[in-house]
């Protein structure tokens, strides 16, 4: 046992020397580098290199008294220079603080965020470029269709180069050139062809909303207002009232065709609503040729109309126009009537009301024959829409908006003529309009 023990002192000195080795050796692999601290102090110290990736979260950094790395993130350092590398400590677009590499420094300024991303089976490392100009905010390259408009956007200021990148001389492999390529463009002094707007580029940027979704599933919902026109003539017979309340729902789809240029279209269900009353007005009943009669009634019915839609209108960061057309093949029915049938002397020959009639009164009843029969019609609606634009996040927007609606074709028509005072007729064709109040919400899809 004593004997074994005498080779302690030896095992010991070997671990320590093996130690000291490690450490030596971790110090020669390290790099000179330059931090500046988050206070803002410049110092010089010994970085360990290591993967992009890591680089990105972290760096190691030498600690002179004790020989051992230690780690600083960007909320320590804001900026380090590792052989000719440059990092910055920046808020990547989920607003993580990263170290990104400054790959192009000028005017505008390129970034690169590389970073690892679980994946099926594992990890796979990624890079994310960002823009920034200088006294603006770091904005990231977008990837797909999104890429030529929001570039095109972000260059306004230079139209040579929204040109390379509408021709796809220049793509998203290619944000180094452009970067290089803007800010040669402004050493040379701004070179514009042909007149431009002074202020253009802001006034675009701050108008239009270059990172709207290019396509959003929406749902309209309106308060509606009804009220039917019928002709001047034939007020003194059948009174116009105003068709009450009712609403407007659907589903759809927004899409973004161009810049601020958008087409809406969709499913809806919708009411038209209408009153109509008649007082004392002169008929003749059915198998009774030699008397006549007088009708007094009232009316009021809704008029449940599915249908699509079809819009197409500008869009800007806070307000809207659009306008289109609403076509609904045919309605639901629901209504109430009563009436009152009196001859010449003023006695009641008949009466009747009904509360839940599936049919009309007037249409049905009164202008329609087996020979020629009456229903409502199919309704063609021209649209006119103006409202603001609402932004919650990157996906959801609100829309308040008002909408009116013209009608194409009447609610319902007779060709049969109405004759009223001394030899004057008119045909009895009456039509929908609606004024409508409500809100649009936008899911967008990316």
Not at 29 to 40: E, F, I, K, P, W
Not at 157 to 183: G, R
Not at 226 to 247: A, I
Not at 291 to 317: C, R
Request: proline content about 5%; hydrophobic content about 35%; overall charge positive.
């Amino acid at each position: 046992m004593i004997k074994n023990l005498r080779f302690l002192p030896t095992l010991v000195l070997l671990v320590i020397l093996e130690n000291v080795s490690s450490t030596a050796q971790g110090q020669k692999d390290a790099l000179d580098a330059v931090l500046v601290t988050a206070s803002g102090d410049t110092v010089k110290a010994q970085v360990k290199p290591d993967r992009a990736e890591r680089l990105s979260s972290y760096i190691q950094v030498l600690d002179p008294a004790t020989g051992t790395f230690k780690r600083k993130t960007p909320r320590d350092i804001k900026y380090f220079r590792l052989g000719q590398d440059e990092y910055f400590a920046k808020k990547d677009k989920e607003g993580n603080s990263v170290f990104m590499m400054a790959v192009v420094r000028g005017e505008v300024s390129l970034f690169r965020h590389t970073y690892r991303r679980k994946k099926a089976g594992g990890y796979e490392t990624e890079e994310q470029d960002y823009f920034e100009k200088k006294n603006q905010n770091l904005i990231p390259v977008p990837s797909g269709r999104k890429f030529r408009e929001t570039m095109s956007e972000y260059f306004s200021d230079y139209p040579d180069l929204v040109q390379k990148i509408h021709s796809k001389e220049y793509t998203e492999a290619n944000t180094e050139d452009i970067a290089l390529d803007y800010n040669e463009w402004v050493k040379a002094g701004r070179p514009r062809k042909g007149p431009q707007l002074s202020q253009g580029p802001m006034l675009v940027q701050n108008i239009y909303e270059p990172n709207a979704p290019d396509l959003a599933v929406e749902f309209p919902l309106y308060g509606v207002y009804n009220f039917v026109n019928y002709p001047n003539l034939l007020k003194s017979v059948y009174r116009s009232d105003n068709g009450g309340v009712g609403f407007d729902v659907g589903v759809g789809l927004k899409i973004r065709l161009k810049r601020g240029f958008v087409m809406r279209t969709g499913f809806n269900f919708r009411d038209k609503g209408y009153k109509a009353t008649g007082e004392k007005t002169p008929v003749q009943v059915a198998g009774d040729s030699t008397n006549f009669y007088y009708l007094s009634f009232q009316e009021k019915a809704t008029l449940f109309y599915p249908g699509v839609y079809l819009n197409f209108g500008h869009e800007w960061k806070y307000f809207f126009l659009s306008g289109g057309l609403n076509l609904s093949p045919f309605s639901f029915f629901r209504g109430s009537y009563s009436y009152e049938l009196t001859n010449f002397q003023g006695l009641i020959m008949a009466k009747e009301t009904v509360n839940a009639a599936r049919h009309s009164f007037l249409v049905h009843d009164l202008i329609s024959t087996s020979a020629e029969p009456r229903n409502f019609n199919m309704q063609a609606d021209v649209q006119f829409m103006f409202g603001g634009n609402f932004r919650i996040g990157d996906r959801i927007a609100l829309k308040p908006c008002m909408q009116y609606t013209v009608p194409l074709v009447p609610l319902y028509f007779s060709s049969q003529y109405v004759q009223y005072g001394e030899g004057q007729k008119s045909m009895l064709n009456v039509s929908g309009y609606q004024l409508k109040v409500g809100l649009i919400v936008e899911l967008g899809i990316h």
